[in-house]
């Protein structure tokens, strides 16, 4: 579909940025030709590829904004169709696996906003979208003013995972920032028996 067809013009598409150099492994941005970032070298996250869309800034982190937390639903539809595109490029999956929301957190949203936009990989691919195997069970505060340190604490045994017999799973979130969340995540579901979790982010922070 046409962008014109959601209440994303394509004026508005045009101004979207997506840095051309980033780690292979967490997709910071990156200065020069190095393949991974310092932080990627000296520790691996535990999971092993991130793809995003796009860069985290300007009017794109503004729609994320209204999508999120002003139920701007036409903004999620037209990130679902950009998810899926961004997801039929990718090689082949077991499972799909959203970032959990907390009891509370729902509550408050009143909805899983990476649930809306995985709506159309959903229903136009064969890939399984598992919302039920993890859960959050630690409802952490904003991790937006906390240091890396700060966030690996508050985010430790935030998550709880059945057994699953997925070998290969995507992870998927809107925001990618330090990337903590997600690398908790897929450390709780490789303790839970997968082999190797990669990520996508609808945005990735420029630092």
């Known amino acids: 579909m046409e962008s014109a067809s959601f209440c994303v013009c394509q004026d508005c598409e045009a101004t979207f940025t997506n840095a051309s150099n980033r780690c292979q492994s967490c997709a910071q941005p990156m200065t020069g030709k190095l393949d991974f970032c310092g932080q990627c070298l000296s520790r691996s996250p535990h999971f092993n590829r991130a793809y995003t869309l796009y860069d985290y800034q300007d009017l794109i982190a503004q729609l994320i904004k209204s999508f999120k937390y002003d139920k701007q639903l036409c903004v999620g539809r037209y990130f679902a169709h950009k998810l899926h595109n961004m997801y039929q490029s990718l ?3 077991d499972a799909i696996i959203p970032m959990p929301l907390s ?3 729902i509550k408050e949203r009143g909805f899983n906003q990476v649930l809306e936009m995985l ?3 959903k229903k136009q691919s064969d890939c399984v979208v598992d919302a039920h195997s993890v859960k959050r069970i630690k409802a952490t505060q904003s ?3 906390l240091n890396p340190e700060q966030r690996q604490k508050e985010l430790r ?3 709880q995972a059945e057994p699953i ?3 290969h799973i995507l992870l998927v979130d809107d925001v990618m920032t ?3 969340s997600l690398n908790e995540l897929a450390k709780t579901l490789m303790k839970a028996g997968a ?3 990669d990520v996508l982010t609808l945005a990735r922070t420029m630092v």
């Open 91 to 93: 090689e082949h999956y």
């Open 143 to 145: 991790l937006a003013n």
């Open 195 to 197: 082999k190797s979790c």
């Open 103 to 105: 009891a509370k957190r």
């Open 157 to 159: 045994d935030a998550f």
């Open 178 to 180: 330090t990337g903590a």
């Open 119 to 121: 709506s159309v990989i």
């Open 165 to 167: 017999a997925y070998q």
